[in-house]
T-cell receptor
Framework: GNSVTQMEGPVTLSEEAFLTINCTYT??????PFWYVQYPGEGLQLLLK?????DKGSNKGFEATYRKETTSFHLEKGSVQVSDSAVYFC?????????????FGKGTKLSVKP | DAGVIQSPRHEVTEMGQEVTLRCKPI?????LFWYRQTMMRGLELLIY????????DSGMPEDRFSAKMPNASFSTLKIQPSEPRDSAVYFC????????FGQGTRLTVV
């Protein structure tokens, strides 16, 4: 079946540190990966996405490249800020598979210290 | 558009009571999802609708849970009777090319 595996947290970094959150998936059909972010007390918001292999999604200084050969979509940011503290979810939408819904990873909590 | 609107934001109820959570999706979105989020299990898909029809309800934990979508602009998730283990944050999301989430309903069953 389809599944998403992301790095377990929590992750604690100092401001301006480099961030990587790993995400890999298994899927049949034509998967399309996403990253969502959840700030404290809020719902999930789309952070970035990719629609085809080797696409790079980017937003708010975050980037992720859809690597079909390694079935990965790792999230990176060169210099994190305190305001980036949140829970990050990798997700997959699988076109052509038996499900039309988004499959989410378990989330990675990021805390950035000043 | 105001986004996906959920109500109430917070609900505290006694065990055994009926609870109804409400969701208004973004106008024009054909798909609607109900998720439950807990510390232990993370984000779980309960059910999703496409064009108001339930497509996959395999995530609904048991018969105490039911969901309806009587029209394109409204959905409910009902728990009857509620139990303390149902305490969680319940999210509704609607989708066109990407999913948009409501702010959630924090349910506490005491």
């Amino acid at each position: 079946g389809n599944s998403v595996t992301q790095m377990e947290g929590p992750v604690t970094l100092s401001e301006e540190a480099f961030l990587t959150i790993n995400c890999t998936y298994t899927a049949t059909g034509y998967p399309s990966p996403f990253w969502y972010v959840q700030y404290p007390g809020e719902g999930l918001q789309l952070l970035l996405k990719a629609t085809k292999a080797d696409d790079k999604g980017s937003n708010k200084g975050f980037e992720a490249t859809y690597r079909k050969e390694t079935t990965s979509f790792h999230l990176e940011k060169g210099s994190v800020q305190v305001s980036d503290s949140a829970v990050y979810f990798c997700a997959l939408r699988n076109y052509g598979g038996s499900q039309g819904n988004l499959i989410f990873g378990k989330g990675t909590k990021l805390s950035v210290k000043p | 558009d105001a986004g996906v609107i959920q109500s109430p934001r917070h609900e505290v109820t006694e065990m055994g009571q009926e609870v109804t959570l409400r969701c208004k999706p973004i106008s024009g979105h054909n798909s609607l999802f109900w998720y439950r989020q807990t510390m232990m299990r993370g984000l779980e898909l309960l059910i999703y609708f496409n064009n108001n029809v339930p497509i996959d309800d395999s995530g609904m934990p048991e018969d105490r849970f039911s969901a309806k979508m009587p029209n394109a602009s409204f959905s409910t998730l009902k728990i009857q009777p509620s139990e303390p283990r149902d305490s969680a944050v319940y999210f509704c999301a609607s989708r066109d090319s990407e999913a948009f989430f409501g702010q959630g309903t924090r349910l506490t069953v005491v």
